[in-house]
């Protein structure tokens, strides 16, 4: 897959494409309806489909100082967009006078003269440019006028979302998060929500106590819910695949010094892997993070959590490739 900043002077053979144009946080099952389409579209026009996107994400601009609350952030969400088998990504830089630019001239700059698009597909609450003024019916209207086409999905959800079922949504998959289910929020993802990033350096006190942890921090993604998860990591370079442990998310109360962190401790392991870009799955939540009297209670604490976890790990209902089929 390919992916541009910009959308002026576009290489010809990405002029003429299909195109699904979105946010796309967490890429779930709502969103991979609008991929598909796309990419049937494209498949029978004979042409190459791909994803048009914002960032960084609209409310980092217009809520500069809310908490982070991206389910994916760019990387991420370009390496699941990558394995729907796009053939190429345009990450639109979305600053002020971006938000500024009209509807209409979106559609102008951007999809007709930039993009020379084909067919274009968006979700059925797609709105754009300047005071979230454009929608589907200026798109198709355009279309109409200039030679696209627009494909517009409806709702689908969790259930039937014709018939009132939840609808497959970014900020309900945030909530159940925020509420400490990972489970509802993986199944309207199509797959486990997880945190990326690379193994930092910690004060190796877990090492100490005999339960050791590699320590990540949140950075862009949201903060789920406080508390101790069982999770599944998956290490860069290690023919291990994705490997069983329990983490506490939180701001340690019993040592730590306030600063937020994801302390993942994996069954088994002892590897050094400081610097290592990692992946931490979240399976279940299993408590809420308490402050105890000293290193012994401590330490009994963790141990009947690595039991409930490795206990919940080895169950086929939470079996890492739930969602593959």
């Known amino acids: ?47 190459k489909h791909g994803v048009v996107t914002f960032e960084p994400h609209p409310r980092h601009l217009f809520q500069p100082d809310a908490p982070p609350f991206r389910l994916t952030p760019f990387r991420v969400k ?31 700059r951007v999809l007709i003269a930039g993009l020379g698009v084909h067919h274009i597909v968006v979700g059925y609450d ?33 259930g039937d979302a014709a018939a009132g079922g ?29 945190v990326d990033g690379r193994v930092r350096e910690g004060e190796r006190r877990g090492r100490q106590i005999g339960f050791a942890t590699a320590n990540l921090k949140l950075e862009e993604y949201l903060q789920p819910a406080i508390g101790v998860y069982a999770v599944r990591m998956l290490i860069e370079d290690d023919a291990g695949g994705w490997r069983p442990g329990v983490a ?17 401790h994996l ?19 299993l408590r809420a993070e308490k402050k105890f009297a000293g290193i012994d209670e401590l330490k009994a604490q963790i141990a009947k959590d690595s039991d409930a976890a490795r206990s919940l790990l080895a169950d086929p209902a939470y079996a890492q490739d739930r969602f593959s089929a």
């Open 267 to 285: 069954f088994d392991f002892d590897a050094d892997i400081y610097g290592r870009h990692v992946r931490v799955a979240f399976i279940e939540h």
């Open 78 to 108: 370009a390496t699941e967009i990558e394995r729907q088998n796009v053939d190429f990504l345009l990450a639109l830089h979305f600053d002020a006078a971006f938000a500024a630019l009209e509807a209409e001239a979106f559609v102008e």
């Open 126 to 158: 797609f709105v754009f440019g300047r005071g979230r003024r454009g929608d589907a019916a200026l798109l198709r209207r355009r279309g109409e006028e200039t030679g696209f086409g627009v494909d517009v999905v409806g709702p689908v959800g969790h």
């Open 166 to 194: 939840e609808i497959y949504a970014s900020s309900r998959i945030r909530e159940y998060l925020h509420g400490a289910q990972p489970m509802p929020a993986a199944e309207r993802l199509g797959r486990w929500w997880e």
């Open 1 to 47: 897959m390919r992916i541009f900043r910009h959308f002026e002077d576009l290489p010809a053979e990405f002029r003429g494409a299909v195109v699904a144009i979105g946010n796309f946080d967490g890429l779930h099952r709502g969103h991979l309806q609008v991929l598909g389409r796309t990419a049937r579209l494209a498949e029978a026009a004979g042409t």
């Open 248 to 264: 506490n998310l939180g701001n340690r109360p019993t040592f730590g010094n306030g600063e937020l962190l994801l302390e993942v």
